[in-house]
Nanobody, 125 residues
Framework: VQLQASGGGPVQTGGPLRLSCAAS????????IGWFRQAPGKEREFVAA????????YYADSVKGRFTISRDNAKNTMYLQMNSLKVEDTAVYFC???????????????????WGQGTQVTVSS
């Protein structure tokens, strides 16, 4: 599985940004695809996840109502639409993929074996 994250950049507080995660080498089927982020000096944290088959979505409380995760089956691509961005959303964002994760395990980055390279999001006031 190869994942390529893109779409990061600088944005002002309150603005939108959409991240993409293009995948190759896999037919996702029963995979869970997740977005994580890591700010300087902090641990990598869960942002959102989507179950490829069925499209169930899961969010961290800190982004619920502001971020939307989605996927395009035809393009084998996942998206993270980020609205109402805050300074504290500044981080490197990573996409990750893992098959057959259950709800209780998808929030931990250690349960994902395939990772994209990360894309920097910088929110300024």
């Amino acid at each position: 599985v190869q994942l390529q994250a893109s779409g990061g950049g600088p944005v002002q507080t309150g603005g939108p940004l959409r991240l993409s995660c293009a995948a190759s080498g896999v037919t996702f089927g029963d995979y869970v695809i997740g977005w994580f982020r890591q700010a300087p000096g902090k641990e990598r944290e869960f942002v959102a996840a989507i179950r490829w088959s069925g499209g169930s979505t899961y969010y961290a409380d800190s982004v619920k109502g502001r971020f939307t995760i989605s996927r395009d089956n035809a393009k084998n691509t996942m998206y993270l639409q980020m609205n109402s961005l805050k300074v504290e959303d500044t981080a490197v964002y990573f996409c990750a993929a893992q098959p057959r994760l259950i709800i209780g395990t998808m929030r931990s980055p250690t349960n994902y074996k395939s990772w994209g390279q990360g894309t920097q999001v910088t929110v300024s006031s």
